[in-house]
């Protein structure tokens, strides 16, 4: 059985042997373009810099552990994907990788659409000024709350899910008096090359409706003959931190198939596909993740060259991207608490973060880099753990990383490409405080994040 690990964690939740990591780079100081923010630099004191200003200078404004964004980076990369699929489609940001509303703003202003899949994330585009026609609701259970509000705002499209989302969608929208345009989301049976938990288009998993055995086709059936719901499409997502292309073809030959069956059964031509998102991104040097313009190639070509051989006309295709925008826009900034060494093992350097602000090493084995960042070092590599200050033997930022072997508590260390799903799956866990995200651009900071108090923690706890 093979024991590789895929960047979003082992292939299938094999384990990671001991001793999995390459040899120690041949620069400790140097910053890998493809993993850190555009605006990165180390400057000629060996501090590392953000939009031009000094990690030092933002850890003694704004504390840590701080996640640091490049804002810069965010607009760079949203236009990217913008441009690259161009009038002919559209880029839904899916916000469940981080929201804020001055990412909403930001995205208005850069032209994409926007993705959510719950009524706190509506709420927060909403309150932001997304227009609703631009924003797309997703989840595989929505309450009759949360599709009454998002059909009361008028929202783009709503994915619908399963046979008793059909129904609850088409009542709420038919006693509102609206109809309401809707895809829904079929499982293909393709089985993404990442890690099981987040593999979302093989059968045995709580998304969508299957293509398998008719239940697809009949969830058209039941959708075309409800005056509530304009279909408007078919959506799927095969899963997340995705290189390969290849899933993405073989998602589209069976997505066309069933709409060259909607046609040839109903005269109808949907006309819009969402191959949803998950492309990877760089956590490693190891990783070589597709640019957005190559991505809007092969999926445009998979597309047209599967709807020519069905003789369909080509569908409007939208993608959501959400990791691949906002993941390498960020990293998180910490402080060294202890430097521990276990001889004959490796040295266990512990920050005062941890699984609170990034769960997902614990969650999928997930790998990543971190470096020095407050000063420079020609010390000779240490193997370390970087590892959180909870209560968890599992509490591990990086599993194996090479650092300058003069660490020291007080140092300042930042771990790249945590722009995803950190602050967003960031938790409490032993009443730790969140911590803040502080958007960088041009020499200046803002908090768009606050830091957690004390007394945010207190006024839930009713007593």
């Known amino acids: 059985m093979s024991r590789s690990a895929h960047p979003a964690g082992p292939r299938h939740a094999d384990v990671l042997t001991e001793g999995h990591y390459s040899a120690p780079p041949t620069d400790l100081n140097a910053l890998d373009r493809k993993v850190w923010a555009q605006t990165v630099t180390r400057n000629a004191e060996g501090v590392v810099t953000v939009g031009g200003l000094e990690v030092t200078r933002l850890a003694e404004e704004f504390g840590t552990p701080a996640y640091i964004l490049d804002e810069s980076d965010f607009r760079a990369r949203a236009r990217a994907w913008r441009t690259a699929f161009g009038a002919d489609a559209d880029v839904f940001y899916a916000g469940k990788a981080f929201l804020s509303r001055a990412v909403v703003r930001w995205l208005d202003e850069e032209g994409l659409n926007l993705d959510v899949c719950s009524g706190g994330e509506l709420a927060t585009a909403l309150s932001a000024g997304m227009p609703?026609?631009?924003?797309?609701?997703?989840?595989?259970?929505?309450?009759?709350?949360?599709?009454?509000?998002?059909?009361?705002?008028?929202?783009?499209?709503?994915?619908?899910?399963?046979?008793?989302?059909?129904?609850?969608?088409?009542?709420?929208?038919?006693?509102?008096?609206?109809?309401?345009?809707?895809?829904?989301?079929?499982?293909?049976?393709?089985?993404?090359?990442?890690?099981?938990?987040?593999?979302?288009?093989?059968?045995?998993?709580?998304?969508?409706?299957?293509?398998?055995?008719?239940?697809?086709?009949?969830?058209?059936?039941?959708?075309?003959?409800?005056?509530?719901?304009?279909?408007?499409?078919?959506?799927?997502?095969?899963?997340?931190?995705?290189?390969?292309?290849?899933?993405?073809?073989?998602?589209?030959?069976?997505?066309?198939?069933?709409?060259?069956?909607?046609?040839?059964?109903?005269?109808?031509?949907?006309?819009?596909?969402?191959?949803?998102?998950?492309?990877?991104?760089?956590?490693?040097?190891?990783?070589?993740?597709?640019?957005?313009?190559?991505?809007a190639k092969a999926l445009t070509e998979i597309v047209g060259r599967e709807c020519e051989a069905a003789r369909l006309s080509t569908p409007r295709i939208s993608v959501e991207p959400g990791r691949a925008i906002v993941g390498p826009t960020a990293f998180t900034l910490y402080e060294v608490g202890t430097v521990k060494p276990l001889e004959g093992l490796r040295t266990y350097v512990s920050v005062d973060g941890g699984m609170s602000d990034n769960i997902r090493t614990a969650l999928y084995d997930a790998e990543y880099s971190v470096a020095l960042v407050s000063r420079a070092s020609d010390a000779e590599p240490m193997l370390a753990r970087v590892v959180g200050k909870h209560c968890e033997s599992g509490d591990i930022v990086v599993k194996d990383a090479f650092l300058p072997a003069d660490l020291a508590p007080g140092d300042l260390v930042a771990v790249p490409a945590t722009g995803a799903y950190c602050r967003s799956m960031a938790s409490n866990y032993n009443h730790v405080l969140r911590p803040p995200v502080v958007a960088v651009r041009d020499g200046e900071a803002r908090v768009v994040v606050r830091r957690e108090t004390e007394e945010d923690l207190l006024r839930l706890d009713v007593g």
Not at 140 to 167: C, H, M, P, T, Y
Not at 177 to 185: A, L, M, P, S
Not at 230 to 257: C, K, N, P, T, W
């Open 132 to 295: 609703a026609e631009r924003i797309a609701f997703h989840g595989n259970n929505k309450s009759a709350e949360e599709i009454e509000r998002a059909v009361g705002a008028g929202v783009g499209r709503i994915v619908l899910d399963s046979f008793q989302e059909i129904v609850r969608v088409a009542h709420i929208a038919q006693s509102l008096g609206k109809r309401q345009k809707v895809q829904i989301r079929i499982t293909v049976g393709v089985e993404a090359h990442t890690h099981e938990f987040i593999a979302t288009a093989h059968e045995d998993q709580k998304f969508g409706i299957p293509l398998a055995g008719g239940q697809a086709a009949e969830a058209v059936r039941r959708a075309l003959g409800l005056d509530g719901l304009e279909l408007i499409g078919i959506h799927s997502h095969i899963g997340s931190q995705i290189f390969d292309m290849s899933g993405f073809e073989v998602a589209a030959h069976r997505v066309v198939g069933l709409l060259k069956d909607i046609r040839d059964e109903h005269g109808v031509e949907l006309p819009e596909i969402d191959l949803g998102g998950g492309l990877g991104i760089a956590y490693t040097s190891d990783d070589d993740p597709r640019e957005p313009h190559e991505i």
